[in-house]
Every structure is written in C-alpha cells, then in structure tokens.
C-alpha cells in the first residue's frame, strides 16, 4: 500500500453498511452502480454523485459529488462503512486530491465549471462587490488571524478540498496578511456542525487548525453557534456567492473585489 497522509475535514461520515439505494455512473463503462450507505446517508440538500473512479490506492476508493453549482472529490473505504472529504498526500508531499479533481471532475457531467486552484474572477458588477464587502463587514461572523495590513475575507466550508489548500497556504502568510475566515455550512450537516464548533470555540483559530489538519473536536456546538452559521450561510448566498473557497477584499485603489478559487500566496501577495 502507498505510503500517503489523509487530512480528512470530515471524519467517518456515517458508519454504514455497504448497500445503497442511490445510483451513479462507472467512470469507465457509464454502467449504473449502487453507492455505499456511508455515500447515500450524507444528506448534503441538493446534491447528486457524478461518478466513482480508481484511486490508485489500497482501501480507498473515490467519488465525484455536486451541490447545485459546487463540485468536489470524497473518498470511502473500500468496506463502504467510512468516507472522508479532504486532502490525500502522497509521498513526497504530492497532492493526489488535486490530481484527482483535476482529472476526474474534468470528464464529470460538471465538466464546464472553472478548476477552483488559483484566482477565478466571479464576474460581479463592481457596485455588487462594493455591496457585498460592506453587508460582510458588517453582519458577517468570521475567525480572524494574522496581522498584515492587507485584509482578505474568506468564505470556506470545512469540507471543501479547495478551501483546505488555500488554508495552508495561508500559514506562510500570517506576517503579511490578515485573513477573516467566514465558515459556512453549504456541504450539509457535517460542515455545519463543524463549522459551528469553530464559532463556539473559546480559541476559534485553534479550533480552525485541528478541523484543516483533519483533526476532530469532541464538544457539541450550541444552537446559537449552529444559527451563527446558518446566518452566515444566508448571507453568502443572498450575495450571490454559492462556492468555496471565495475572497472578498480591497485592492490597491480601495475598490472592493471577489474571487473565487484557492487563491495561491503570489496570487494572495498581489492582490
């Protein structure tokens, strides 16, 4: 078996047997297949499995998801009972996720959407993003690090592989920038819990780190911290704004700006 390291945001979605009632395409043959439960039972609204693929790696096997006009890789054992959402490092530190994304959500059906791996300009009119920083600004609850004078709201959702890349990368720039992560429940209940833990947390940016290093928190959220997110969740979408990862700021000229895409730290830098 590959040596690999999982950093899984969500951890042991349902333990389930391995009979499904839903139904997705073989990637090669188009031939219709039943899911595992662990896939079915996730109960993300609105959301369909595209396709299963071959991860290349013993005991893990992958599937393509979509949620209305969002996409992203998940990944079951090969039992069916467990499946995982997050980055898969190879040796080396090679970022299989990415691969898999960059190759399997190609050929999906959401063939047509943007790779989300660097900046994507969102097309809003500049009076929209004006509207949208000053409604973030001022009804938004977010997690605060870092101590730059360039400031970048981040719309995430624990369970987005984009989001968790564009986290990391952050790591290096916390002397440069100073990043406000709105956490947001758009992939179901399991990012809604998480990211309510977050907001409940005595140590947010604490909380935040454990989650994105696939860690997990044992304490319950509040209902309060829960409705925080739904609101923010509102929000975000009221907006316009219906994917992850997605960065709100203002450039060199005060103007205000969205983009959408795990942005990279030139991207970040040049903003």
């Not at 609204?45 to 890789?73: A, C, Q």
């Not at 791996?117 to 509207?131: C, T």
């Not at 977050?198 to 997990?216: H, Y």
């Amino acid at each position: 078996m590959k040596h690999l390291t999982l950093i899984a945001s969500a951890v042991a979605v349902a333990s389930a047997l391995i009979a499904g009632t839903a139904i997705a395409n073989d990637d090669d043959t188009g031939a219709s297949i039943e899911l595992p439960k662990a896939v079915a039972d996730l109960g993300i609204p609105g959301s369909k499995v595209d396709k299963t693929f071959d991860t290349g790696l013993d005991g893990i096997n992958g599937w393509v998801i979509s949620v209305e006009n969002d996409t992203n890789v998940i990944y079951t054992t090969e039992d069916g009972k467990h499946a995982f959402i997050g980055m898969i490092l190879g040796e080396g530190g090679e970022n299989l996720t990415q691969a898999h994304m960059e190759q399997h959500m190609e050929n999906s059906p959401l063939a047509s959407m943007p790779n989300r791996a660097g900046a994507q300009d969102n097309g809003f009119e500049k009076e929209e993003e004006a509207a949208a920083l000053a409604q973030i600004e001022e009804s938004a609850a977010y997690v605060e690090e870092g101590t730059g004078d360039k400031v970048l709201y981040v719309v995430f959702d624990t369970q987005c592989g984009y989001c968790q890349q564009m986290y990391q990368t952050s790591r290096a720039l916390l002397d440069e920038v100073t990043f406000r992560w709105i956490p947001v429940g758009f992939m179901g209940e399991g990012s809604l819990h998480q990211a309510a833990q977050i907001i409940d947390a005595e140590n947010p940016a604490e909380v935040l780190a454990t989650i994105e290093r696939g860690g997990s928190v044992s304490e319950s959220p509040s209902t309060e911290a829960m409705n925080i997110v739904s609101e923010n969740s509102n929000l975000i979408q009221q907006l316009g704004i219906r994917s992850t990862p997605n960065t709100i700021y203002k450039d060199e000229n005060g103007e205000a700006r969205i983009v959408r895409g795990a942005l990279r730290a030139a991207e970040i830098r040049n903003l």
